[in-house]
T-cell receptor, first 111, second 110 residues
Framework: DVKVTQSSRYLVKRTGEKVFLECVQD?????MFWYRQDPGLGLRLIYF???????EKGDIPEGYSVSREKKERFSLILESASTNQTSMYLC??????????FGPGTRLTVL | GNSVTQMEGPVTLSEEAFLTINCTYT??????LFWYVQYPGEGLQLLLK?????DKGSNKGFEATYRKETTSFHLEKGSVQVSDSAVYFC?????????FGAGTRLTVKP
């Protein structure tokens, strides 16, 4: 079974802190994605990556950056966390022509 | 471009009722279509999929048929259970572009 794991299920940070969200997949997928999910807004794509060291902006990249140094790992970075970044963050991965597999999500609260 | 529109929720049903959640899509070519389910506090899980016209995806009593003529992929279940309470997302993948609907929250009451 494909497994996508995220480093934390729940995270509480303070405004201005630098926050790292880690995602690891174990099926050698080329593509990895970060979404945020907010009530009434569905899934919104933040960043994605088609290969190691490659990254592309999604629909809402402002305030975020990403890193993909190894194929299996895709990190989301909040350079200076703000309260409007309080959200559920979902990582996903897939091959180019397959369905997408999601991690369990990280619920981030920024105080 | 590619897009997915699904019926707005929330949807509230009694146990054993019939469920339909409508989903329509816009895409060029021949996308693959998916339904995902998200239980409270969890990530999305693939529920079923269909990769070509007239295919029927099915799983756990849920079904959806890929209708190219109406660009639809409606989710149905004949008799829902309390444990089906979740958020359901319709999605399409067209080449390497994947799009999700806004999600429909289903609550099933005993």
């Amino acid at each position: 079974d494909v497994k996508v794991t995220q480093s934390s299920r729940y995270l509480v940070k303070r405004t201005g802190e630098k926050v790292f969200l880690e995602c690891v997949q174990d099926m050698d997928h080329e593509n990895m994605f970060w979404y945020r999910q907010d009530p009434g807004l569905g899934l919104r794509l933040i960043y994605f990556s088609y290969d190691v060291k490659m990254k592309e902006k999604g629909d809402i990249p402002e305030g975020y950056s990403v890193s993909r140094e190894k194929k299996e790992r895709f990190s989301l970075i909040l350079e200076s966390a703000s309260t409007n970044q309080t959200s559920m963050y979902l990582c996903a991965s897939r091959r180019t022509v397959s369905e997408q597999f999601f991690g369990p999500g990280t619920r981030l609260t920024v105080l | 471009g590619n897009s997915v529109t699904q019926m707005e929720g929330p949807v509230t049903l009694s146990e054993e009722a019939f469920l339909t959640i409508n989903c329509t899509y816009t895409a060029t070519g021949y996308p693959s279509l998916f339904w995902y389910v998200q239980y409270p506090g969890e990530g999305l899980q693939l529920l079923l999929k269909a990769t070509k016209a007239d295919d029927k995806g099915s799983n756990k009593g849920f079904e959806a048929t890929y209708r190219k003529e109406t660009t639809s992929f409606h989710l149905e279940k004949g008799s829902v259970q309390v444990s089906d309470s979740a958020v359901y997302f319709c999605a399409l993948r067209n080449n390497n572009d994947m799009r999700f609907g806004a999600g429909t929250r289903l609550t099933v009451k005993p």
